[in-house]
T-cell receptor, first 116, second 114 residues
Framework: AQKITQTQPGMFVQEKEAVTLDCTYD???????LFWYKQPSSGEMIFLIY??????QNATEGRYSLNFQKARKSANLVISASQLGDSAMYFC?????????????FGTGTSLTVIP | NAGVTQTPKFQVLKTGQSMTLQCAQD?????MSWYRQDPGMGLRLIHY???????DQGEVPNGYNVSRSTTEDFPLRLLSAAPSQTSVYFC?????????????FGAGSRLTVL
């Protein structure tokens, strides 16, 4: 079974609008972390936001927020007030706990295009 | 502070040739890993290490070898390159344990096998 599922291969959003990128995960661990990374066309991987499995509040970092629904095992990324520079690939990732190897697993990514 | 340094950035090989992708980090991270990125496949884990002298296989280890003789270095060896190994390779490192131990990536190495 896939550890991380991103079901939206491509998304379009109007500049200044908000957009939600979906991510679901699969783990039996109680302790895990969820991450979002951005990969612009230049190719580097840029960390955006982190959510711990025990964090009760949704994580926020500037215009990025993570909508964490533990019971549904979802960790959607919300980008508010989209900018042209947000056009990129976005990857959801999960780090499982120490007892299960502490590895990172990545989804297949969502390509976001911001339309002027 | 250089972070994670990968070399080379680009490489073209012929089928059957061997080569080593170098990865070095200066953050004293215990965890190091190699991923390959292919279109539509996301990032797939090749090998990883949780400390010097300790390595383990990831999702797609066949055709690759690794070693971890120091905390800083984690080279990836292609023993006999095949066209299926044409990909972009990323080295990444982090602290271990729970918490927001962010995976820090190198700039990537684009490998083409003819």
């Amino acid at each position: 079974a896939q550890k991380i599922t991103q079901t939206q291969p491509g998304m379009f959003v109007q500049e200044k609008e908000a957009v939600t990128l979906d991510c679901t995960y699969d783990t039996s661990d109680q302790s895990y972390g969820l991450f979002w990374y951005k990969q612009p066309s230049s190719g580097e991987m840029i960390f955006l936001i982190y959510q711990g499995s025990y964090d009760e509040q949704n994580a926020t970092e500037g215009r990025y927020s993570l909508n964490f629904q533990k019971a549904r095992k979802s960790a959607n990324l919300v980008i508010s007030a989209s900018q042209l520079g947000d056009s990129a690939m976005y990857f959801c990732a999960m780090r499982e706990g120490l007892l299960t190897g502490n590895q990172f697993y990545f989804g297949t990514g969502t390509s976001l295009t911001v339309i002027p | 502070n250089a972070g994670v340094t990968q070399t080379p950035k680009f490489q073209v090989l012929k089928t059957g040739q061997s080569m080593t992708l170098q990865c070095a980090q200066d953050m004293n991270h215990e965890y190091m890993s190699w991923y390959r990125q292919d279109p539509g496949m996301g990032l797939r884990l090749i090998h990883y290490s949780v400390g010097a002298g300790i390595t383990d296989q990831g999702e797609v280890p066949n055709g690759y070898n690794v070693s971890r003789s120091t905390t800083e270095d984690f080279p990836l060896r292609l023993l006999s390159a095949a066209p299926s190994q044409t990909s972009v390779y990323f080295c990444a490192s982090s602290d271990r344990g729970s918490g927001a131990n962010v995976l820090t990536f190198g700039a990537g190495s684009r490998l083409t096998v003819l």
